[in-house]
């Protein structure tokens, strides 16, 4: 006789992933499933109410009955992926690339001890910029009385410069891509979560499917410290009145174990 142990001990870990959910029962939502990266925790809770009716028929008292129901259901996700796609996720943003180029820049400087962040033409700020490629003309001599920074340019304390008024001046900058985020531009989105998971104990696949969830928008992410940021991303779990069938099936979610 083979004894056979299942194992039924869980420590997950894996990848998860959201596709952007279209209008309810559009067949022609061909958006990828994309990776939220990195991602150091992952959870589904409920929302409870419960009713107890007390025992009055006896002094040790108790209850004479009970019933509970779930009033909502969110998904949580502590995700340590903070590129451009999940800032814009969580921001309830929209993102643009911009491609490698050279651009014209012009300013005006005001002040010692001052900073003049890059702009193009139509206001966008300009970053990756490639240092040794920035020229500058107008505001005297690189290195005393300006100095080229990644994101700008600063003017130093010491800058031999006279402001009694303000100087303008002109140069060009190259960058080699970058992408820009504009915040809080859109509505939350709906998407479709997947979560690619293997059981640490004994390597077990397995899945969960939310199919239709609303990102909050995230209340905080640090972007200054010592320590590796973190978003906290919170979903409602909704129905997806497209899922219809026969038999014992979810609207919600399901797993795969």
């Known amino acids: 006789m083979t004894c056979v142990t299942k194992n039924c001990c869980l420590a997950g870990a894996g990848t998860i992933y959201?596709?952007?959910y279209n209008a309810c029962c559009d067949e022609t939502?061909?958006?990828?499933?994309?990776s939220i990266g990195n991602s150091s925790s992952f959870s589904v809770d409920a929302e409870?109410?419960?009713?107890?009716?007390?025992?009055?028929?006896?002094?040790?008292g108790g209850s004479e009955c009970t019933t509970s129901w779930i009033d909502s259901a969110t998904?949580?996700?502590t995700g340590l992926c903070l590129n451009a796609t999940n800032f814009a996720r969580a921001w309830t943003g929209d993102l643009?690339?911009?491609?490698?180029?050279?651009?014209?820049?012009?300013?005006?400087?005001v002040a010692k001890d001052s900073f003049i962040p890059y702009v193009d033409s139509a206001g966008n700020p300009i970053t990756n910029v490639t240092t040794s490629s920035v020229t500058?003309?107008?505001l005297g001599t690189l290195g005393t009385d300006y100095q080229v920074k990644a994101n700008g340019i600063y003017i130093p304390e010491t800058s031999?410069?006279?402001?009694?008024?303000?100087i303008s001046f002109t140069g060009n900058v190259t960058h080699s891509g970058y992408n820009i985020v504009e915040m809080?531009?859109?509505?939350?989105?709906?998407?479709?979560?997947?979560?690619?998971?293997?059981?640490?104990?004994?390597g077990t696949p397995f899945s969960v499917t939310l199919y239709r969830v609303k990102l909050k928008p995230v209340s905080g992410i640090p972007l200054l410290g010592v320590e590796a940021a973190s978003a906290e991303y919170e979903f409602e779990i909704l129905k997806d009145e497209c899922r219809t069938g026969t038999g014992t099936f979810s609207q919600y979610g399901s797993l795969a174990i």
């Open 18 to 20: 959201l596709k952007e």
């Open 29 to 34: 939502n061909d958006a990828p499933f994309i």
């Open 48 to 60: 409870l109410t419960e009713i107890k009716v007390p025992s009055y028929t006896s002094v040790g």
């Open 75 to 77: 998904a949580s996700i």
């Open 96 to 109: 643009t690339a911009k491609a490698a180029t050279t651009s014209a820049i012009t300013g005006k400087a």
């Open 136 to 138: 500058v003309t107008g």
């Open 160 to 166: 031999t410069l006279n402001f009694a008024s303000p």
């Open 184 to 202: 809080l531009t859109s509505s939350s989105k709906e998407f479709i979560l997947f979560y690619d998971g293997v059981n640490r104990f004994g």
